[in-house]
């Protein structure tokens, strides 16, 4: 299974990007799907996941009411929708494909990985 993140970019403080994630078996779409993110010299953490029909939905403190998570399982796509972006959100993000079909919140709880995109927000 491969996993490809794109849409990354430069953007400033208060702007808004999204990423698209695709997965290249029909199989993520029985999954559930989320999105990672690394800042330099942090540790690697969940942002925003989602069960595989798309109804169940997790977000990380950091990002409530800014960013969406949502899927097209058709296009055995995922897509981030950041908005209100603060330089904090500045991060290699990378999707994963989870273990079963509800919404993996833990690390532990992914079992395919993708390469990421750079997000950059200047304040």
């Known amino acids: 299974v491969q996993l490809q993140a794109s849409g990354g970019g430069s953007v400033q403080a208060g702007g808004s990007l999204r990423l698209s994630c695709t997965c290249s078996?029909?199989?993520?779409?029985?999954?559930?799907m989320g999105w990672f993110r690394q800042a330099p010299g942090k540790e690697r953490e969940v942002v925003a996941s989602i069960g595989w029909r798309g109804y169940s939905t997790y977000y990380a403190d950091s990002v409530k009411g800014r960013f969406t998570v949502s899927r097209d399982n058709a296009k055995n796509t995922v897509y981030l929708q950041m908005s209100s972006l603060k330089s904090e959100d500045t991060a290699v993000y990378s999707c994963?494909?989870?273990?079963?079909?509800?919404?993996?919140?833990?690390?532990?709880?992914?079992?395919?990985w993708g390469q990421g995109t750079l997000v950059t927000v200047s304040s």
């Open positions: 078996r029909r199989t993520c779409s029985n999954n559930g």
């Open positions: 994963a494909a989870g273990r079963g079909s509800l919404v993996p919140t833990k690390e532990s709880e992914f079992q395919y």
